[in-house]
């Protein structure tokens, strides 16, 4: 029985560790796009739309008129996943993803813009 107490402690001080690890990353690479476009018009969003297994982060550069300047993802289901740069959707207008939230079998990424918009939508009215 105390074997089983000491492999329980051990696995959580892993999720602990791993979680800090997983966040340290997060906000360097926050940092590092935001440095990028510091003193420049461009907006900055990112959003986390949770599927049945994995989860996909997006996080996008837009201009003002809500054309995608830089867009990156993030999925997958441990600490190793990295944000990757995601070229197709590069010069796209969010207004294209739009109706995304209503259909039900739309990607992961798509429904991430989709909320993108909405709130891009929210802080100009």
Known sequence: MSGLVIVVII?????????????????????????????SEYEFYTEVVKGKILRVIVAVV???DGKIIQ??????????????????????????????LQQKRAPQIEKALSQIYTRKLEAVT
Not at 13 to 28: A, E, G, H, I, M
Not at 77 to 82: D, G, K, M, S, V
């Open 11 to 39: 696995l959580m001080l892993c999720q602990s560790l791993f979680s800090l690890v997983q966040v340290k990353y997060y906000q360097s690479f926050i940092k590092k796009i935001t440095t990028e476009q510091a003193g």
């Open 62 to 64: 837009v201009d003002a």
């Open 71 to 100: 867009c990156y993802i993030c999925k997958g289901l441990t600490i190793f996943a990295r944000f990757k740069e995601e070229p197709s959707f590069k010069g796209a207008q969010l207004v294209n993803y739009s109706t995304a």
